[in-house]
């Protein structure tokens, strides 16, 4: 079985739906916890894919040149890597911004504020030919839980998706790399997890029952439209999706 290495940053962010949607497509995972002290493989040789998950920490270093966490300069080069020998890759928010910021693109404090809790995205127009967001719906579903933002997204990019406060939601590097500024990995109970005393929520005056409501109502929705997205990223890196579409039968939008 193909396997695709997997990337925890922090200890609240595991793959949860998305391993389970990625698995049930036919890929095998290994988890590496960076946050445990994990240590991150030199190369992808063996690997399948990669996919690079969320946290808590910046992408950017401190005033002082520290990395957001001591594992990132390493988990960058493994994203350069990745992009250089066309591995499939996708990175969720931190994962997203991690991408970015490898191959030269910028990341702050985002201006607009915090976005928190259930959004949409707007799919742009190079969407259409783009072999996994070419079957995402206009104005899909997500889940928004990140304080930075990707500023400059790097030289060659392709904007596939967008918002109105923040116009970087979801891009591709080379042909096989993807970042998603947003969370689709989440179940309720991640996210009342996340909720649970958070000070960001404090911050904002949100209520954490009616936050943890408002993402579980649209939940079912969220999966309709990224389990089949899942399910063509692992086709491609199974070797059973590429430009011209799909080998085999895959779920568009849904089962």
């Not at 063996?46 to 520290?66: R, S």
């Not at 127009?125 to 206009?138: G, H, I, M, S």
């Not at 649970?196 to 109502?217: I, K, M, N, Q």
């Amino acid at each position: 079985m193909a396997t695709a290495l997997v990337i925890e940053n922090d200890p609240t962010d595991d793959p949860r739906r998305l391993g389970e949607w990625l698995t049930e497509a036919g890929l095998d995972l290994h988890v590496r916890r960076a946050h445990a002290g994990d240590e991150l493989p030199a190369d992808l040789d063996g690997y399948a894919a990669l996919v690079v998950l969320g946290g808590e920490q910046q992408p950017y270093p401190y005033p002082d040149g520290t990395p957001g966490a001591p594992w990132f300069p390493a988990l960058e080069g493994l994203l350069r890597k990745a992009v250089r020998h066309r591995v499939p890759t996708l990175g969720i928010c931190l994962g997203a911004q991690l991408l970015a910021t490898a191959h030269a693109g910028e990341c702050e404090r985002s201006a607009a504020g915090p976005e928190v809790g259930p959004a949409v995205v707007g799919r742009r127009d190079a969407a259409e030919t783009d072999p996994l967001f070419r079957y995402v719906p206009l104005i899909p579903d997500v889940f928004q839980w990140h304080v930075d933002e990707i500023t400059e997204l790097p030289r060659g990019a392709t904007l596939l998706a967008a918002s109105t406060r923040y116009p970087h939601q979801a891009f591709r590097l080379g042909d096989r790399a993807w970042g998603l500024q947003f969370h689709i990995e989440c179940d309720t109970a991640m996210i009342t997890d996340w909720a649970t005393d958070s000070r960001l929520l404090a911050d904002l005056g949100y209520d954490p029952e009616l936050v943890v409501a408002a993402c579980d109502a649209v939940m079912a929705d969220v999966e309709e439209v990224w389990q089949p997205f899942a399910a063509r990223f692992a086709a491609l890196a199974l070797g059973e999706l590429d430009d011209t579409g799909p080998r085999r039968t895959l779920p568009l939008l849904g089962h």
